[in-house]
């Protein structure tokens, strides 16, 4: 049996679609006992029932939704080693005419959602680590960490935060045995933006999408179980994965 993830206890926020879904599938599939959370529980239950994972349902947004759905995941399966900080949402538009609500939900979800995901974990993780064992905290960003894409301004500065925060806390962490992975996916097909308020928005990232062959959330997730079975001295600390036709 192929079983990288063998011994590991994961947590994927997000794992209600797209890239959380793909990946809790795939860390299941190589040995990991998954716990999922999102919002959406029937989406969750369904899945966690297909991989023998446990949903939990959590709103990244609040503090106190995370902190006990870390409860319960220390209740239920131990303490995790392996936390993919997955959960993001993206609602573009022309700055001058956006709904400041979406930025609201972006900050909110992007940046104070993966720094309470990060902090409810952390003890865990370094705990794992401090007793010899590979320990993993994947933050998914985007390529729009760092890439200029008009109407994407509050997105790509939500994901610019996330990146860097990755790499100060590989700082704090790295020294003490905890890998830190920042993750910054290109165009991936997923239910990311079906939410938008601006339709003309969401048209054009069909259009990108298809004309740039955008990824199935397996290639994301494959790569994500890939990094975390590495022996643990070894990050792959920084990663851009694009369609190849992204250029
Ligand atoms: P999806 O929309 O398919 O998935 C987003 C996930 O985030 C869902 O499971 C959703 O669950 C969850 N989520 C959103 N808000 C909350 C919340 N408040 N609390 C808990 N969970 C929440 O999109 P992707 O799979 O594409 O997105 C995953 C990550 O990948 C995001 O961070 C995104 O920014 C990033 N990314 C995606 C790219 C792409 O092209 N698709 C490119 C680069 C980065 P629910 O609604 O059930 O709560």
């Not at 999102?38 to 939990?56: H, T």
């Not at 609602?91 to 609201?104: G, V, Y």
């Not at 509050?154 to 790295?174: C, M, N, P, Q």
Request: glycine share 8%; net charge negative; no cysteine.
């Amino acid at each position: 049996v192929n079983a990288p993830l063998a011994d590991r206890i994961a947590v994927v926020t997000g794992a209600s679609s797209g890239i959380g879904a793909a990946t809790a599938r795939r860390l299941a599939a190589d040995g990991a006992r998954v716990a999922l959370l999102a919002r959406r529980v029937d989406r969750i239950k369904e899945l966690a029932a297909e991989i023998s994972g446990l949903a939990v349902e959590a709103d990244v947004r609040l503090q106190d939704s995370v902190l006990a759905a870390a409860r319960t995941v220390r209740g239920e399966l131990g303490r995790p080693d392996l936390v993919v900080a997955n959960a993001g949402v993206m609602l573009p538009a022309p700055f001058d005419t956006s709904d400041t609500a979406e930025w609201d939900q972006m900050i909110s979800t992007n940046v104070n959602g993966l720094l309470y995901t990060s902090r409810a974990f952390a003890d865990d993780l370094l705990a794992a680590a401090a007793e010899g064992r590979t320990a993993d905290l994947v933050h998914v960003s985007s390529i729009g960490a760092h890439v200029v894409f008009a109407n994407y301004g509050v997105y790509g500065a939500t994901k610019a935060a996330v990146s860097h925060l990755s790499r100060i806390l590989r700082a704090e962490f790295g020294p003490r045995g905890l890998r830190v992975h920042n993750l910054e996916p290109g165009l991936v097909t997923t239910e990311l933006g079906d939410t938008m308020e601006d339709r003309g928005q969401f048209e054009a990232l069909a259009e990108w999408r298809e004309r740039n062959q955008s990824l199935p959330a397996t290639d994301i997730a494959d790569i994500i179980a890939f990094s975390t079975a590495l022996p643990r001295r070894v990050n792959i600390a920084d990663l851009v994965v694009l369609p190849t036709v992204q250029g």
